[in-house]
Nanobody
Framework: QVQLVESGGGLVQPGGSLRLSCAAS????????MGWYRQAPGNQRELVAVITSGGSTNYADSVKGRFTISRDNAKNTVYLQMNSLKAEDTAVYYC?????????????WGQGTQVTVSS
């Protein structure tokens, strides 16, 4: 079994910063891509940022230049540094990882953490 636990969400004023973390635990042999998604009320879940096992990154146009994704392979953890936050960044943020327990990779999701940007 594999678990993904997220932390770091909360309430922040426009222009502020937050750092999200997502740590994987359990039966883990290796982790390939790691990513962050978000879902605002009434909207579909959308990709925010992704990082490959080699460290290549990709971002949604709406967050480029403001958000930074990184990973610590020794800790099986992915981070999302969010700067210059806007009201439209308000959403539940989910992490997603491609995890192998020894044979094949499966996608695993975190439980979600709320980010609210409001004055």
């Amino acid at each position: 079994q594999v678990q993904l636990v997220e932390s770091g969400g909360g309430l922040v004023q426009p222009g502020g910063s937050l750092r999200l973390s997502c740590a994987a635990s359990g039966s883990i042999f290796s982790i390939n891509a790691m990513g962050w998604y978000r879902q605002a009320p009434g909207n579909q879940r959308e990709l925010v940022a992704v990082i490959t096992s080699g460290g290549s990154t990709n971002y949604a146009d709406s967050v480029k230049g403001r958000f930074t994704i990184s990973r610590d392979n020794a800790k099986n953890t992915v981070y999302l540094q969010m700067n210059s936050l806007k009201a439209e960044d308000t959403a539940v943020y989910y992490c997603k990882m491609a995890i192998s327990s020894g044979s094949y990779y499966q996608y695993q999701w975190g439980q979600g953490t709320q980010v609210t940007v409001s004055s």
